[in-house]
């Protein structure tokens, strides 16, 4: 077996400066463990901050230093989009903590006709994810771990466990826990070549069973089993925002980001969704989730950053979001219509985008078709008017109907004149909702011409207009 | 002199009737009311494209004067939007209709939203008709919708009271109902093609009335019989 490691080290500070390209001053991941750096940018590399410093040391070497808690959260779902993207370039591949991920090359040197067409694609797909990334290969994916984290940053087309640049691995680059690292340095072992020139029956008298199970993949022998990475049948990312985002609109410019990340997955895939579902986690009140519906199953990223641009203008955050996760679950497969300039087909499409931008701004309920309501009570008529695309509803005309209809029928109060009627209307009886009206056709001195009625108390009320 | 002449011909409220009969006696497709008064004065009905200001109060009939108008363009077979804007459109009325099924009714919160359903609608391209209902409409909006009808091949009907507009609104037609005793007239303010005229009397029947039953009525007392109902 030959494999890749790629150790991505400043995962979360990637992501900060893809999110915050104006931010340009130096800026740390601070773990809230042990409150020590553990990501730096240039900037802070340049003004004298190193990994391991403490937060009060960082602040007094530069004060406008910008802070930035790590999440593991953030880097597991950064990796696995990273592990997403590299699934179109490569099949066995394994995600490794929180910022590596290995890569089977045996069955790509094959594919790709050697092993340089192949690195030469990853690294040209890594630097389109705008990902600081360091790499290294090896027999197991310990060895290619080992010298990943050292900056080897050569792949060996003959993986040779006994190589020198492993040998001159520092024992900080390997997983070993630090107590035993100190152990080893005690007795004058720095280095893996030091260690691996050792018995393994010695290391076995004064170590656990964990630390020989390490050493025989670091030596070549035996690979730890590692379950493969599949990428998930359905798209879901989670983003960690640089900053906590007040008002809605502003949270744009980052979904954007997962939102092209799912486009993509989507075009690869073959398939489209008509919903896209937000959940976006608020400082301090519980989860917002809101629902972006399209008229037709699409994957076209202008489109849906319109539509979510729409929904975002009606948002209101109760407060501050400091992290979002985009959900498409809805999944359908991509059926292009043929666009032609056939009248027809152009307006179904046209037809559906209206639609869409019309749910994301006015509601899911703004838009409706009518069909005629089985009711000879109007008052239920107005409650009952069919939502989009329902089904048609039969039943007889119910005789002459004004085009306007009250909600909420209104007492009657200026003069008018009786031209039509009575039709009376005596319903309901089953369902207390009891009717018995007489209506009628008035006209107003204006000309208006009122549907009204008399109940059976002998009170008149409007109850709609004839248009 | 001229460039001044021209800055003044050019601004958008100078309403120039004779250069628009030109284009009216063009290839401007035209749908008439169905009311040979009207449909003379108009030049022969509603240009296809552009706006339609109605003046009238709800009720005033003015769905019945359109009738013709809204069956030829539901013949390009897009979609009809209604803006009902706080209104509520009968689900039984619309079923009568020809074009129900091609209907679109739009909810909005307020009239602002209201403007911009119809404008998305008019870019769309997807519809062939709008039909919204305004308290009120400024004359700036409805130059803005005006020009995106043409430009997108659109009829917008806008129905408002009209009341608080001082002059005529800058769209192809901007005309008014009213009643006189049993009679309607229309008073056109702007029509493109032709110039605006006052007191047009047109056909406007009630959807419905007594008048059978005031006929048989008549009829029966005529005979020798007594007639002992009486109908208004």
Redesign the interface.
Known sequence: MHWLYLHFPRLQLDLFEQLHPEQTGPTVVIDGTDNTVCQLSAAAISAGIKPGMGLAEVTAIYAQTGIIEYSSNSESSQLEQLATTLYAIASDIVCVASNGIAINLSPLVRYYQGLDNFMALCERTLTAQRVHFQFGSGATIEIARVLARSCVNRVEKNPDPASNHLKNCSLQATELPAREIEQLNRIGIRTLGQLIALPLEEIGKRFNNQIITYLLAIKGVKQPPYSLFHPRKLFSQYLELPYAVESAPRLSRFIAIVLANNCEYLQKRNLATDTLQFELQQREHDNLVFVVNAGTAHHHLSEWQMLIDLKLEQLKLDSPVTSLTLICDQLVEFDPENLSLL??T??RH??N??LG??LA??GN?????????NEHR?DY??Q???A?HSAPVNSE??G????????QPQPLTEQTQ????PERIHTGWWDDHPVKRDYF?A?TG?????WVYRDDQQHWYVH???? | MSASISSLVKHPLVFRGRDHRHSADGNEVRLPFGQASLDKACAGGVPAAGVLSIRA????????LLNNVLLQKAGA???IIWL?NR??????????TPY??Q???????NEA?AL??CE??IR????CCVVMYLAQIEPKAARRLQVLARQYDCLVVLVHPGNRIPGALPVNIDME???DARQ?FVHLHRVSGAWPQQHIAIEHP?????SAIVNAFRQYSNSTATAIHEV?
């Open positions: 009248q027809s152009y307006s046209a037809e985008m209206l931008k019309l701004r006015l309920d703004s838009v409706k078709t009518v069909d005629q309501v109007q008529a107005v009952q008017t069919c989009l005309a119910n002459q109907q004004p085009a306007w209809l009250m909600v009786i031209l039509y009627g056709l006209v204006k000309g208006q011409r009122l709609g207009y004839f248009g | 109060l709800a009720g005033q009939g003015e769905l019945q077979q897009k979609r009902p209104m509520y459109l009968n689900p039984n009325w619309l079923s009568q129900q099924q209907s679109w009714v739009i909810n909005t919160p939203d911009w359903a998305q609608a769309s391209q997807a519809c109902l009213s009643c309607w009630l959807p419905a009335s007594n208004s």
